[in-house]
């Protein structure tokens, strides 16, 4: 089941959360919404389900499976819908949110009481929530809540499904577990999902395919490698990790950031513009010689080797503090010490051009 | 372990000084009027007290005052959800204004909310000359008493439900929507469960309110005995033809309802609380 959204629009008074979007999402994938809050996703999401309308506009389109939804509410549109605060009704077991979509349907399309206890029996055993079933959501941690949320939303054999920042409350064992779980469960049941989420490392490690979005636009859409490695916007290089930026200029042959020079070519600006460097901390490296690569002087200010990365700052002498991630193995064949003069250099860079916005 | 007191812990003098003060002031307008209401009914014996609110004119004011609260607390109660529903659900203009003007009925003096009724529905008022004609008679009978409680009562049960309500917010019904259900099974199994206790509550507070108005009942009613005397205007009937006994014996039955109220109260707090915290902990 394919989700298709054009020339979505959607404003609250002034403030314009989306502004004519995008998208497609084919059947069986698994796409996350990644943005900064304000960026629009959370809306997005509610549109496709049907829980937020698009400004009026004769062009835009919801398409579920190739059907336009538009029109229809939210009770027709068929669509599993996880809140981000599991929205469980606190007055009924966990048995009895499962059961609750099949127990509202017209008699006709009611399944039978034996055939509404083998499935909430069955989508209990997939959350791993069997003996549970009497408790009340109150009793229950924020991991288990989630699933049963997710169980409660697959109990009407939805044709999407739709998940507002689904880890978003949960510390960050239950998360990392929860995810690798949702995975899994992916793989099993294969069901067109859409996820919100502002967590680069969840959306990159999660889903097919990544939506980029800031300030009511998409910014890019591709694999978690597309948007991690090559990022087509300034904002996408910032969102998706720490990186090191300098401001400069695009000469006629050469590009010049602070200590270093580019090859022009090699940076893909037109000369004769303002630019910005970016450089990912693992995408630097400390040496003691020059290799011929561009290096610069630089002061170890701070070294913190706890964890899978050895971080190390240092000062390029203007003030400027620059993060360089490198391996332990690494860290240790160099061995600087802090408060050591040491050369830095660039093993990968991206270069995008000022924009002016006034 | 030793459990450390807080810090702020006042000093015993203040706190038996704050008890001392609360009793007092509780025994003299409380407990001590309540007294004086059931030893002054029974003063002249148990018999004249059952004869007091059993003679025919009493009766009918019981039976007015519980006929007439049986017609407007389930108005109100239907009233009161509508309106919280409205105004916690949903966003639009003039909803502020709405909700101070649920309020207007506690701001009108009785008495004024009695006089617009009259001013409105009597004979030489606005609408008098289109009620002679249609030949129907709301001041002075039993359609304005059950008008002006309702007007009077009304803000009780929408008052409970709406805090209530916006704390709740509206991702449970959300949730339910997506899951199929109508708007109306959305509302009986999903809004009306969770705001039970708070309904209850405000309908209790709506009762004792119903039965016990004066002010507004006293302008429309007309004080025709066995007619459209409620048991409060009679109270002051009996009372002002110095038939004390009479008139504290019916007082005492509205005393009943008042401990009654209060005992029913005090349970669906503690139940209130109690789904509160259930609710605080999802």
Known sequence: ?358 | MQVKAPVVTPALVLRLACVIVTLAFLTAFLLLPLLVVFSEALRDGLTMYMTAITEPDARAAIALTVFTAIIVVPLNIVFGVAAAWVLTKFEFRGKSLLLTLIDLPFAVPPVIAGLVFILLLGNSGLLGPILTYLDVRIIFSTPGIVIATLFITFPFIARELIPLMQEQGMEEEQAALSLGASGLQTFWHVTLPNIKWALMYGAILCNARAMGEFGAVSVVSGHIRGKTNTMPLHVEILYNEYNFSAAFAVASLLAFLALATLIVKSLLEWHLRRSRETADQS
């Open chain 1, 1 to 358: 089941m394919s989700i298709e959204v054009h020339n979505i629009s959607k404003s609250y008074g002034n403030f314009q959360a989306l502004k004519n979007v995008a998208l497609r999402v084919e059947s069986g994938e698994l796409v996350a919404l990644l943005g900064p809050s304000g960026s629009g996703k959370t809306t997005l999401l509610r549109i496709i389900a049907g829980l937020d309308m698009p400004d009026p506009n004769p062009d835009t389109q919801v398409l579920l499976s190739d059907e336009d939804v538009a029109g229809q509410h939210v009770s027709s549109r068929q669509v599993g819908f996880v809140f981000q605060h599991y929205a469980l009704f606190r007055h009924m077991t966990v048995y009895d949110n499962i059961a609750f979509g099949l127990r509202v349907r017209p008699r006709r399309e009611r399944p039978s009481r034996a055939a509404i206890a083998e499935k909430v029996h069955r989508l209990l055993h997939l959350i791993q929530l069997e003996n549970l079933g009497n408790r009340y959501p109150a009793q229950l941690s924020g991991g288990q809540r989630q699933r049963v949320a997710l169980a409660r939303a697959l109990a009407i054999e939805p044709r999407v499904l739709l998940l507002d920042e689904p880890f978003g409350a949960l510390d960050a064992r239950v998360r990392q577990d929860l995810r690798d779980w949702l995975r899994r469960l992916h793989d099993e049941i294969h069901i067109t999902s859409v996820f919100v989420t502002h967590d680069q490392e969840e959306a990159l490690e999660l889903a097919n395919r990544v939506v980029v979005m800031n300030e009511g636009r998409i910014e890019q859409i591709g694999t978690p490698d597309e948007v991690f490695h090559h990022p087509k916007t300034e904002f996408v290089m910032r969102f998706m990790g720490h990186v090191n930026l300098f401001h400069g200029r695009v000469e006629s042959d050469k590009a010049v950031f602070g200590p270093w020079e580019l090859d022009r070519h090699a940076t893909g600006q037109a000369p004769g513009q303002d630019a910005r460097l970016f450089v990912r901390p693992h995408e630097m490296d400390i040496l003691r010689e020059s290799d011929g690569r561009p290096v610069a002087n630089a002061v170890v200010k701070r070294i913190r080797s706890a964890g899978p990365y050895v971080k190390v700052e240092l000062d390029l002498g203007s003030g400027e503090v620059l993060l360089v991630e490198l391996s332990h193995d690494r860290f240790n064949a160099i061995q600087p010490k802090v408060g050591e003069q040491i050369l830095v250099g660039l093993r990968k860079t991206r270069v995008f051009a000022e924009d002016y916005v006034i």
